[in-house]
């Protein structure tokens, strides 16, 4: 059977954008200047009410509330009380993950990169304006690491155990009027080792205060789907629940409208309904749209959705959003389609922390990174093994990358979580397992709900690896050897059946049909050869294979109606190949794309290196190997190592030929590129070494081995008619220098407060000095912010908040977030023996 999914996917936001009439707005505008002179210095308690006051003239909004929090590290009694006392508490703004500030120490756990747990508070005190006193108001919260508890004047409001899902509560009844009032938040992380990687602790996502009318659209309230979709035409249906939270019935009219990419309105419609007292409906609003722009990982085209309630003839809300077309389809023996056009989905998994910066990431961190994934050839990504942030899937839509949103790592009992080091030791089972029987159902269909409307989302999983072999579930298939990829141990009955595995999917999956049923439900399976004995594929609308492309055939043959790709895979050739030479395989998601702190080793070791970046967004040497099998445009990498260094020469992979020309002279070296061309040229100080055709090269990376001398070593890369199309150049450096800045600039050059400076040291005569590391020093002068510096060292246990770090290979990356787009701030670098450098930002 083909599943086939086609649907007009319109992604929607809750953070609710709102508008006011043209005159209105052009007034604010002029203000604008002189209220940022007039507030330059005022307290923040002044610049927040005013700020307030500008979005109060608006029917609804929906506003960061970020600044001005207070925090303490450590538990205590009665903080959640408004008259409590926290003078000398630290002044933070959000996110904030109190963990990467360490320190690093053996007493924590090798699976959460050594750092602390603990437990943490969070006040923030406020007043509400006058003209917001008549809204109904709440507080939305993208995320808190983990174990929330939420007061508002001292009235519990309620707990999130789950750290990766949003949630809301409703402050309104509990509120001030006219004095102050008191949000409290108590994080308890205390059980540090309860994920197999790095999750970071506090209040590490956005924050938003939401001020509603009565009649106003519920959370997570537009959904669309379509069940046409082609080139010259899409039906669309447009969902919008309304609530009327007043004490009389409402005459309501929901109003949408349709703007494409070019500016022109594509489509809207109008629906009236009444809603009684302290009533909900949901109105659906059908749209034609002639020929659609259809949003793809090539051309990620989207449209602007609004939609405007209202009620007696009054704007009382109104939503807006980027949103997109596509469809998509799963053939058992055919693979993906999206638009109707097969394709290959050359993916990677993500966890969403940044190394310096924890998991309180800026959305520009994330961008810079997912810009060079993409310019290395991969179109999808795998938010492993939780919902990420918000914005995350933004960008996604943004930039043309293909979703697949993952809700849990473990179920109902526990995984270990190593301490000691990965496979080292005994683990701990502290997790999610605790809270699964109360909350999965609620957290599965909140992910879903959330980002329903993303086009960038085209499967859900609901779940990474849940049937590792006796990690925790066991079958007697494990005693018969058939699951070669896993280490060690035959069946274990005294572990939790293997059949739970069945029963517990089709709970998740008719969950998850209940909100969505446009996209294919799937989950990642370590174990494929235990779980074949069980329901559990089989409730499954796709199947995910980790690491098991072996068993592709025999599957596929087995299982005719099963739709099978990698969810999780290693960079070897070989696992592409198995992608590439089997057209019922359609995707491949690479662990990772970028190194990630947790699931270390052995101390020192704090993170994995499975990156195809380092923990500072730089690339590696296999970076460009993926790029050279991903990618059609002429692209070749050049790299060295020395053979003294591994006899064996295996050794001598797509990771560890690196970018530089320094060894001894004489030295025997391996030199090695990656490149996509039909043949490559060797050239050392002009002369050639020879040329290799790439369809000979072993494993696609051509090598020649030399003698050392110094220089400059060139490679050319050929077409089938000797036109060259690609070159790169590695040159003998002398001893650093200076440093070099570069301040990274989005292709989109987007203005942002964030600004990533990308440090590299030079010698003389302007070459990268790869071979040596000095500690920088960075100093600020102005109106900013030091976010972090990185390295991308997985060992370093310097500490994160200091304004100094060695560098690796020469670089570093160092995050500055200025108090805004105008303000003119002065970095200067330093490091003991070389030139210093000043930048203005």
Known sequence: MTFIYQVEIFDKCFFTVFYIFEWSLKIFNHLIPMIRKITYQLPAIII?????????????????????????KGDLANAENISFNDAQWQSINLPHDWSIEGPFSEHWASCTAFLPGGIGWYRKTFKIPTNMRSKELSVYFDGVYKNSTVWINGHLLGNRPNGFIPFEYDLTKYLSESGNNVIAVKVDHSQFADSRWYTGSGINRNVYLIAAEPVHIAQWGVVFTTPQISEKSAKATVSVSVNNNSSSSKNVTVDCRLIGPSGKIAAGKKEAVEISANGKKELELHLDVVKPQLWSADNPDLYRLEVAVYSEKKLTDKWADEVGFRSIRFDPDKGFFLNGKNMKLKGVCLHDEAGALGTAVPEEVWERRLRTLKAGGCNAIRMSHNPHADYFYKLCDRLGFLVMDEAFDEWETGKNKWIDGWNAGTPGKDGYHEYFAEWADRDLSDMIRRNINRPSVIMWSIGNEIDYPNDPYSAPILNTGRNPQIYGKGYLPDHPPASRLGELSAQLVKVAKEYDTTRPITAALAGIVMSNTTTFPGNLDIVGYNYQEYRYAEDHKEYPGRVIYGSENGRSLGAWNAVDSNVFISAQFLWTGVDYLGEAGRWPSKGSGAGLLDLAGFPKPTYYFRKSIWTSRPMIYLGAASLSSQKNRKYFNDNNLLPAWNFTD?????????????????????????????????????????????????????????????????????????????????????????????????????????????????????????????????????????????????????YVQKKSRATKVRVTLESKGLQSKTIVL
Request: proline share 2%.
């Open 48 to 72: 927040l009410f005013l700020s307030f006051s500008c979005f109060a003239q608006r029917p609804g909004e929906s506003v960061l509330f970020n600044n001005a929090w207070k925090f303490h």
């Open 666 to 814: 004489g030295e025997q070296v391996k030199v090695g590129c990656f490149t996509n061309c039909a043949a490559a040229e060797l050239f050392l100080n002009g002369k050639s070494l020879g040329k290799k055709i790439l369809q000979d090269a072993e494993g696609r990376i051509i090598y020649w081995d030399i003698d050392y001398q110094p220089g400059t070593l060139v490679v050319k890369g050929y077409n089938s008619s000797n036109e060259t199309l690609a070159k790169d150049t590695l040159t003998t450096a002398g001893d650093a220098y200076t440093i070099k800045p570069n301040v990274y600039k989005n292709a989109d050059k987007k203005e942002s407060t964030i600004q990533q400076i990308e440090l590299q040291l030079i010698d003389k005569k302007g070459n990268p000095v790869y071979q040596q590391d000095h500690e920088i020093t960075i100093h600020i002068d102005g109106a900013a912010n030091l976010l972090g510096i990185e390295s991308g060292s997985l060992t370093s246990h310097e500490d994160y908040k200091m304004n100094r770090r060695m560098t690796l290979h020469g670089k570093l990356i160092t």
